[in-house]
């Protein structure tokens, strides 16, 4: 059964400043008691329906989230709320807004920013998507006497009503500065701003200098402004690429005052191919009394196409000894907690949540799926098989579900009460791989791992050193992650996935920056993101001349090894690998030394061992990019091994 960590959050004392989810603090608390997670330890989406844009606050001993709902402009003419007092049990609150109550708004009712002040709770929203200044529509304020509303309209007309620095007035976030002074950041269209709400929350005031509207935009921005304070320092936090694509991420700056200046420092979130794709608009959360954060955002599974079809979801956010942000990841764990299986597809069998365990009765072949695409992973669960004579257990790299004993592709691999634990291929049909003695009770709880990486695959039963099963396989790459029954009724718990990591790697979802990228998709990040399965788009790709690629290992460490792998890794031609770079490292971003020259390389992966070499930054630079004419360079992925 769940630990529970999460429920620690019902009996903590809950209270801090806030304005839009944006906590406001003059220094990293100390460690205080509080949960730790990875992720929506009882699953993302954390809560059910097509919704985008979260934005949090917290109001005495509950957080609240207040998402836009992601239907057609024309069905957007109201916003629901969620509330908690655990994180993992959420209350709906439905009609928080309406239009009805907004005589001025139509549709397009987005990005809800909440904050409570003067005894009162205020929501900010934008409304009707408004494209020049002769359409009535922008930003609104509504009020009301309680979190879950109904909110009205506070003022009879927008707030923001008009272009201001070519930005256009959506995507509002409110945050309230220690000295008291609220600021309201916003801007689509790739322009932001920041201006100074009086202290009646209703009308904007001015600067020193006597302006109403200051323009903050760092490089990238597109829209989604989410304003923080953490350790006497302003993060702004943004959404860059098309909403409706795959290059939907956040990035970040930091800066010394509310307005800035705002340069932008990394990538934190992004699309991962094996969990979900559009990661953007997000809000954070700390957990009061502690150094604990979470970013909230939305993401579109990897199998929706529809634009709207967006959940929610948060995972944990952590930040370097320097205050930068670590690359968020995100997380696949579903502890059932909360009662429910969003994000679950089921194909045969009866499946339901009624004990904080997903229970499946007896049938030939019912499977559980997530919406997940790994190729290279871990993947535990504890299996308790409550009746029957036959087995239950993972499925894993399964492609086309269907209802049937074996109507899928990929892999499957069980215990049963005959006393063994399996491993097996289907494919519309059963080959057995492999066959082990192990003792299952009914009504027993077992650990149940399985790990895979390329055509390696080793399954574990509670014993998660030793595997009882191991065998080579390379009939499915990858594929969704799930759980499965074959004649006997079961209960699952605690599952999660992981991504197999090579060991050592340094580099690994480290902040990395580089020269000017061939496309958004194929940015510095995806050199260091684990990987080379993930296409073209997996790789860092500049046609600059000299290009380079850097990446902040976080500390000066000693390094042992580079690897690089080029074009042909990623199953590009084997004229694009990279012909002559070079190697540095540096202890502080300024002084470099060389420690690796190659010239007339060919290979798809090279390997550089070094000896006594040490540093924090670790730099390429590219002197040829390829045997051919083509002159972008091609980086699948930089390991750095200490």
């Known amino acids: 059964m769940r630990t529970d960590p999460l429920h620690r959050f019902a009996t903590a004392t809950l209270s801090l400043l806030l304005a839009g989810g944006a906590i406001t603090t003059s220094a990293p608390p100390a460690a205080a008691a509080g949960p730790d997670l990875p992720a929506a330890v009882a699953g993302n989406p954390f809560v059910d329906g097509w919704y985008a844009d979260p934005d949090v606050a917290v109001y005495g001993d509950r957080y609240w989230v207040y998402p836009t709902t992601s239907k057609t402009y024309a069905e957007q003419t109201y916003l629901d709320a969620f509330s908690s007092t655990d994180l993992v049990h959420w209350t709906k609150h439905p009609n928080v807004l309406t239009t009805a109550n907004v005589p001025w708004a139509r549709h397009a009712v987005w990005a809800p920013a909440p904050v409570a002040r003067n005894g009162r709770y205020y929501l900010y929203f934008a409304a009707n998507d408004i494209q020049d200044?002769?359409?009535?529509?922008?930003?609104?304020?509504?009020?009301?006497?309680?979190?879950?509303?109904?909110?009205?309209?506070?003022?009879?007309?927008?707030?923001?009503?008009?272009?201001?620095?070519?930005?256009?007035?959506?995507?509002?976030?409110?945050?309230?500065?220690?000295?008291?002074?609220?600021y309201l950041y916003y801007g689509g269209h790739g322009h932001a701003n920041v201006a100074r709400l009086n202290p009646d929350m209703t009308s904007l005031g001015t600067f020193p200098d006597g302006g109403t509207f200051r323009e903050i935009t760092p490089s990238g921005y597109v829209e989604g402004a989410q304003m923080f304070k953490r350790g006497g320092r302003y993060y702004l936090m943004w959404s860059e690429g098309g909403w409706t694509g795959p290059d939907y991420s956040v990035s970040y700056a930091i800066a010394d005052s509310p307005t800035g200046p705002f340069t932008e420092l990394d990538r934190v979130l992004a699309q991962d191919p094996a969990v979900a794709r559009g990661s953007g608009h997000n809000s954070v959360i700390n957990v009061p009394g502690t150094d604990i954060w979470y970013v909230v955002y939305h993401r579109r599974p990897l199998a929706e196409t529809d634009g709207n079809h967006r959940q929610l979801a948060y995972d944990r956010m952590r930040f370097n000894d320097d205050g930068t942000i670590r690359r968020v990841a995100m997380k696949v764990r579903d502890d059932f907690g909360d009662g429910n299986s969003y994000g679950w597809k089921t194909h045969g069998g009866t499946w339901t949540v009624p004990d904080g365990r997903l229970r499946a009765d007896a049938s030939a072949g019912g499977k559980a799926l997530l919406d997940t695409n790994f190729g290279d992973f871990t993947q535990d669960t504890t299996v308790t098989i409550t009746s029957g004579g036959g087995d239950a257990g993972l499925v894993f790299r399964a492609t086309r579900p269907a209802v049937g004993v074996d109507a899928y592709s990929g892999y499957y691999a069980g215990i049963g009460t005959t006393g063994r634990v399996v491993l097996g291929r289907a494919d519309n049909?059963?080959?057995?791989?492999?066959?082990?003695?192990?003792?299952?009770?009914?009504?027993?709880?077992?650990?149940?791992?399985?790990?895979?990486?390329?055509?390696?695959?080793?399954?574990?039963?509670?014993?998660l050193v030793t595997p009882r099963i191991s065998v080579t396989d390379a009939a499915f790459a990858s594929g969704a992650n799930g759980v499965r029954v074959f004649n006997a009724a079961a209960a699952f718990d605690d599952l999660a996935v992981d991504p197999v990591t090579a060991p050592g790697n340094l580099a690994q979802g480290r902040p990395a920056t580089g020269s000017p990228s061939c496309a958004a998709s194929e940015g510095p990040e995806k050199a260091v993101n684990g990987t080379v399965t993930g296409g073209n788009a997996d790789k860092f790709c500049s046609s600059a001349a000299g290009a380079w690629l850097r990446v902040d290992l976080g500390a000066t460490r000693p390094i042992t090894r580079f690897e690089l792998a080029h074009a042909q890794a990623g199953g590009e031609p084997a004229g694009f690998n990279t012909r002559a770079f070079g190697l540095s490292v540096s202890d502080d971003g300024a002084t470099w030394r060389e420690v690796v020259d190659v010239a007339g390389n060919t290979a798809a992966t090279t390997v550089h061992p070094v000896s006594g070499v040490s540093g924090r930054y670790v730099r390429l630079d590219v002197a040829v990019p390829t045997g051919t004419t083509d002159q972008a360079t091609r980086i699948y992925e930089l390991r750095v091994f200490g």
């Open 429 to 463: 049909s059963w080959t057995q791989l492999g066959s082990a003695p192990v003792a299952v009770a009914p009504g027993t709880a077992h650990r149940l791992r399985v790990t895979a990486a390329g055509t390696s695959i080793k399954v574990y039963v509670d014993d």
């Open 133 to 182: 200044d002769s359409q009535l529509g922008g930003i609104g304020v509504a009020v009301a006497d309680r979190p879950e509303g109904p909110y009205r309209d506070a003022i009879g007309r927008p707030l923001v009503g008009a272009f201001h620095n070519g930005a256009q007035p959506i995507d509002q976030d409110v945050f309230v500065d220690d000295d008291g002074q609220a």
